[in-house]
């Protein structure tokens, strides 16, 4: 039986924490948090909570519209920076970044983050 390691896995997630991206989220699609790197616990279950709740209403919205029958990213530009949000292996993995990022370097890094954990992350899912 595969376990979830979470030391490890915030050390993934805290390696995209540079250049601007302040913060990197790991939940599921209600909301619950599974790993952060970058923010207090308070501060990283609540945004968890938020962007949960983001990433839900752009996918009901988006089902109407799409050729495709899932959502593959959603950016959200905020005063101070940007958030994305992309789902890998059945949960929500959540880049925070700065105003100065651009949106090249974010996707890019959530790519990367995306590639490195999907298999691990599906194995613990099948077992």
């Known amino acids: 039986m595969a376990m979830l ?6 050390k993934v997630l805290s390696q995209a924490n540079t250049g601007g991206v302040v913060s990197t989220l790991l939940l599921n699609s209600e909301g619950v948090l599974m790993a ?3 923010y207090a616990e308070r501060e990283a279950k609540t945004t968890a909570a938020l962007l949960s709740s983001v990433w839900g209403l752009n996918e009901q919205e988006g089902k109407g519209g799409l050729h495709e029958d899932r959502l593959r990213q959603v950016i959200v530009e905020l005063e101070e920076g940007c958030v994305l949000i992309t789902p890998v292996a059945g949960l929500l993995l959540c880049l925070c970044a700065s105003k100065e990022v651009d949106a090249g370097m974010i996707r890019a890094k959530a790519h990367a983050l995306t590639l490195h954990l999907e298999g691990p992350l599906l194995q613990i899912g099948n077992s």
């Open 36 to 38: 952060y790197a970058g």
């Open 5 to 10: 390691r979470i030391h490890a896995l915030v």
